[in-house]
């Protein structure tokens, strides 16, 4: 039988809207009933997820870059998601920007409430967050986020004052790193040089920055930190403090997601779905919370440009005989996707052509 949920007003959970500030109540003992998402959280354990060694796609010889090549290619069809290692962004300002989030975590909660969203548009947004669960209740997330545009314009909360800089850097070298990923996949495609750079404007990507804090739960069976979902974008990076939580699901199955320190978690997101025809697929992840030890994780969400149409790509849609998905602008399915709270919902059902279409 699973554990009782303690009642709890709805006033008080707009009271205190961060999560972090309830979670270090010394009397709770329960997940309040705002917060029921029973869920197994199990994962299964697997080598075979994917790594890929970015060094080999820059420097390596042609033997090594041609079999990291093929690593790639099997990691976005058959996975949707790799380990990235020797990946040259510094372990000082992979370790920088995690704790430069959790300083914004910790700051008042009158600082955080500045950035409350308003709409999906703002360029920085903070809170909880909710779902809206099968049953049609709305159901609050075990988790604290911030979130902001970093470029193609960067924004950025005014405190900490040392996360501007850092979040800066980082914005800049993990650009880098996702245009010569981006490149390569489109050498896996089989499309000409240059293709991915300009129907998908990567001088001006957009890139999103997150950071989520999930505090320990009482009972981490009763709530969740993020539901099952997928990302907008080309692809997403992300690194965390040590502390497990991201599965994802690969054949109907969820795993547990190690990796070793200072690599980065990547995973292809709907917009590269969307490019390849469906060749590769935006996989479906979640987080997981648990009852010992706070999980920070820093994630930057690298898409197009934000005034970029992304559609599958012509040559992939006439080897296929036609195309799969719909043409969106870039920024109007960030938005709506950001706007989206039905909980199962995907912006890709929507766009996606149906044979009768």
């Known amino acids: 039988m699973a554990p009782a949920i303690a009642p709890m007003k709805p006033s008080n959970v707009v009271e205190n809207s961060f999560v972090k500030a309830l979670a270090e109540s010394s009397t709770l003992n329960y997940v309040p009933s705002q917060f029921a998402f029973a869920n197994d959280s199990r994962g299964s354990h697997s080598d075979s997820i994917p790594i890929v060694d970015f060094a ?74 909710s779902v809206i669960n099968t049953a049609n209740h709305r159901v609050h997330l075990w988790r604290d986020f911030v979130k902001s545009y970093v470029h193609p314009q960067f924004h950025c909360p005014d405190k900490p004052h040392k996360l501007r800089e850092v979040l800066a850097e980082f914005s800049e070298k993990t650009r880098s790193v996702a245009r010569k990923l981006l490149q390569d996949i489109g050498e896996n495609l089989g499309l000409e040089k240059g293709y991915m750079d300009e129907v998908l404007k990567l001088d001006s990507c957009f890139q999103l920055y997150a950071a989520n804090y999930y505090p320990p739960c009482p009972q981490p069976d009763q709530a969740i930190g993020l539901p099952a979902h997928t990302d907008h974008g080309l692809l997403t990076f992300l690194i965390h403090n040590g502390v497990a939580g991201l599965q994802i699901q690969h054949n109907g199955e969820w795993f547990n997601t190690n990796s070793p320190q200072n690599s980065i978690l990547v995973n292809t997101a709907d917009h590269l779905e969307i490019l390849s025809n469906g060749r590769y697929k935006s996989v479906r992840h979640r987080a997981v919370v648990n009852n010992e030890a706070t999980r920070i994780s820093v994630v930057m969400a690298n898409g197009a ?6 559609e599958p790509a012509g040559p992939l849609v006439e080897q296929d005989g036609r195309a799969y998905y719909h043409p969106m602008k870039f920024i109007e399915y960030v938005e709506t996707m950001l706007s989206n709270r039905l909980q199962g919902k995907s912006n890709l059902d929507c766009i996606k052509i149906q044979q009768h279409d």
């Open 305 to 310: 440009a934000p005034d970029a149409i992304v």
């Open 56 to 129: 080999h796609l820059v420097s390596g010889t042609p033997d090594q870059r041609t079999k990291v090549l093929r690593n790639l290619d099997k990691a976005c069809r058959e996975w949707g998601f790799f380990v990235l290692v020797n990946h040259g962004i510094p372990d000082t300002l992979l370790k920088a920007i995690i704790e430069a989030s959790l300083e914004y975590f910790e700051l008042p909660e009158e600082d955080k409430r500045r950035y409350e969203a308003k709409s999906a548009s703002d360029p920085i947004k903070s809170g909880s967050g």
